[in-house]
């Protein structure tokens, strides 16, 4: 069960919106994540290795919202509001406490703008609430002229094959509900993109594996894909790196001392293989037509 906590603040104003995600606030309504990927890059944290044992539900989020929401109104200050940043908005306890379709009444009522990032098909069950935030919600004024959606979903992906997801998302939704879900919010008429984040190398980043998600992806005349390299941090048994490297010598044991060598340094990829990865992202784009961005002449 999960824990049920108290707090003083729930919407997060962030520094510097980020040209790829559009997020000028953060919203989480729960800490921690049931979904429990090896590469989540909170791993590392005081959450530790099980996600799933340290779910935190914040109970009162919802009053705080509105009234967060209330004075940000006053000053004018609309922006998109992404959820969420740190943990998925449909975990599997939304459906018992519905607190991101509570929240979503709230961002309708005060008409912010919102971006949804999740692996889960629980979403179809709020499109009703969407629809009303994508007819009312006021842009902020530098996004009026590149953007004409209130509501933007990006179904987030590192792998189209479920077997696979068993490995490192075991606790998400499959890769092929998540398809599902996608084909029908685009048909629902929402800015609806993909968040390739993180692709796994030699797995899903495979020119092969590649092709077939583009071409899927297409096949739901998606708006946008957002890719990236994949990034493990820390040094301890519960962080991502660990983890991960723990899942290759167990399932991928021929890539073992690959994923050793890219990361023994630090956390990022080579500099060389992110340089490859960009070329084949961009010429991926350009053959199958989809952006590489959300919000026009925004490229990153």
């Known amino acids: 069960m999960p824990r049920e ?30 979904f429990n990927c090896l590469y989540c890059y909170i791993r590392g944290s005081k959450y530790g290795t099980n996600l799933e044992e340290s779910l935190s539900v914040k109970t009162n989020a919802i009053e705080i919202l509105d009234r967060q929401l209330f004075n940000r109104v006053k000053k004018g200050q609309y ?59 006021i842009l902020p004024n530098d ?21 696979v997801s068993k490995i490192f998302e075991k606790g998400a939704p499959k890769p092929s509900n998540r398809l599902i879900a996608l084909h029908k919010t685009k048909k629902e008429n929402f ?41 493990l941090f820390g040094n301890n048994k519960a962080d991502s790196k660990t983890l991960v490297l723990n899942a290759i010598k167990k ?10 060598n890219y990361f023994k340094k630090g956390s990022e990829m080579p500099d060389y293989y992110k340089k490859a990865f960009s070329k084949k992202m961009n010429e991926l784009c350009n053959e199958y037509g989809i ?4 919000a026009s002449n925004n490229r990153k």
């Not at 990032?117 to 994508?134: A, G, V």
């Not at 996004?143 to 189209?160: A, E, P, Q």
């Not at 952006?291 to 959300?294: F, G, L």
């Open 5 to 34: 906590i108290k707090v003083k603040s729930v919407l997060n104003k962030t520094k510097r919106r980020d040209s790829w995600f559009l997020d000028d606030y953060t919203l989480n309504l729960y800490s921690s994540c049931s």
């Open 79 to 137: 922006g998109i509001i992404v959820l969420s940043s740190a943990t998925d908005p449909y975990l599997k306890v939304e459906k018992e406490y519905q607190l991101t379709r509570s929240a979503l009444k709230i961002i309708a009522k005060h008409k912010f703008p919102v971006h949804i990032i999740t692996k889960s098909d629980l979403i179809e069950r709020d499109f009703d609430l969407l629809h009303q935030i994508n007819k009312t919600a």
């Open 143 to 163: 996004l009026t002229h590149r953007l004409d959606h209130g509501v933007i979903v990006s179904f987030s992906f590192s792998t189209l094959d479920d077997n």
């Open 191 to 231: 800015l609806t993109g993909v968040s390739l984040m993180p692709l796994l190398p030699f797995i899903s980043d495979t020119t092969a594996h590649l092709n077939t998600m583009f071409s899927t992806f297409k096949k739901s005349n998606i708006d946008y894909i957002l890719p990236a390299t994949i990034t």
């Open 251 to 260: 399932h991928y044991p021929e890539l073992e001392n690959r994923y050793i």
């Open 291 to 294: 952006k590489n961005w959300i």
